[in-house]
């Protein structure tokens, strides 16, 4: 993914609305109003946030009669664990074998054997 | 779980990331500084590291090779900033596969306890850098199952 993709899929989740929002999303589609519902917050705000979401992939926007239905798009969360677990993934297994190194030389300590 | 945690803040040139372990600090500081402990943790275990130099000390240069089981090579560099000590470790660090784009890491270790936290500061020069960076520089070629997306939500809500 493309630096400034990620950074525009950064930006839109750094808000716990816009989190609260995809999450909702995760049970299905849903309409301004619904997703306003659980929230203090008008409706416009909440638009404001589907906006944001829809520039940064995030979801995608449709009409059913008089209502806009939004939808989550899963590709862009992805690409951005994919991201993340990688360098994660890295520091997990080096950080494993140094706990296994410091084992390995405070039992050579304890022996008597100093490495 | 996870025991390594990592935080990348959107919009912040930064990386930080905490562990803790179960030796005291001068052991641990002896691992992260001499380069025949440090080849034996250093990256996954696929990959073998090859210190080119290690000169621990102000001013001092570094530069280590990891090779994949592939043949392929990735060198890094970069110069120790100050006495590097159990309180900190403050050094350059570059990619040579992306040169020109230099980071500046600060490494701290608190012992409590009998056990250290090691705590990792990386700051970029930009946050397209940093982005770049875990994006590629430490690319393994891994393919990454997809992951479930509530967990992923769930994650991204702690992180």
Redesign the interface.
Known sequence: MAADRLSLVFGALADPTRRAILTRLTEGEATVAELAAPFRVSQPAISRHLKVLEAAGLISRSRRATARLSRLEAEPLREVTTWLARYQRFWDESHERLDDLLAALQAADQGGHNE | M???E?T????IPL?V?T?D???PRD??F??YTEPQ?LV??????DLTTTVDRYDVRDGGRWRYVQRDPEGNEHGFHGVFHGAPSPEAIVQTFEYEGVPGHVMLETTTFEERGGTTLVRTVSSFQS??DR??M??SG???G?H?G??R??E??A???V?
């Open positions: 996870s025991k390594t990592i990348a803040e959107p919009g990386i990331m562990r372990f179960d030796a052991l641990v002896r691992a402990l034996r943790w250093l990256g996954p275990r946050v397209a982005d770049g875990v994006a430490m690319e393994r891994v990454e997809d992951e997306l509530c992923l939500l994650r991204l809500q992180g």
